[in-house]
């Protein structure tokens, strides 16, 4: 079974990736956009950009979505802006990873194991996307914050990067080609904690 989350500012692409990959191999798909409180979404559309502790209970929720899924055995695929380390942490181990004095508990609080898509291009091609985009909370004046609050994923994080400047169908083939890749190598070399993928 295997979560992943695609990821990248506003206006990468996302959700129209991440949708067509979950098509494409019959998982399950969540937008994390649907799950903003009404009181985020206000906020957005009236172009304060969001703070941590905005963030954080939404980051949570989406967490035990992917932990429950992940108990059922159930391959999810996650559209989510998860734009800093942090905000990942929280996807991967829930509310103990904003308490850095918490040791990790064993069995059932165990990490989940997720493979990060960062959806990765230059800012005015985003943006022209977002200008085109109708009836979206995210104005595109709040790109640049997006772009500002941006960490993009690293080692030892599990991770590729996409370009978003490739069509739709390569995009979707280059995921597709590196989970399967990961998967294998996940067979080979069980028991790690922490797994590359290709």
Known sequence: MVLVVVMGVSGSGKTTVGSRLAAKLGWKFYDADDYHSPENKKKMAEGIPLNDEDRIPWLCALHDILRREDSSRQDVIL??????????CI???????TESN???QPGE???LQILFVHLHGPIDIIAGRLEKRRGHFMP???LKSQFDTLEPPSAPENFITVS????????????ECAIFQGEAFLQE???L???KFP
């Open 193 to 195: 904690h922490i797994q």
């Open 140 to 142: 595109p004046e709040l």
């Open 79 to 88: 559209a989510c802006s998860a734009l800093k380390k942090m905000y990942r």
């Open 109 to 111: 609080n165990a990490a």
């Open 91 to 97: 996807l991967v181990s829930g509310a103990s990873a």
């Open 164 to 175: 978003l400047e490739k069509s739709l169908p390569e995009i979707v083939l280059e995921i």
């Open 189 to 191: 070399v069980s028991g």
């Open 102 to 104: 918490q040791p990790e």
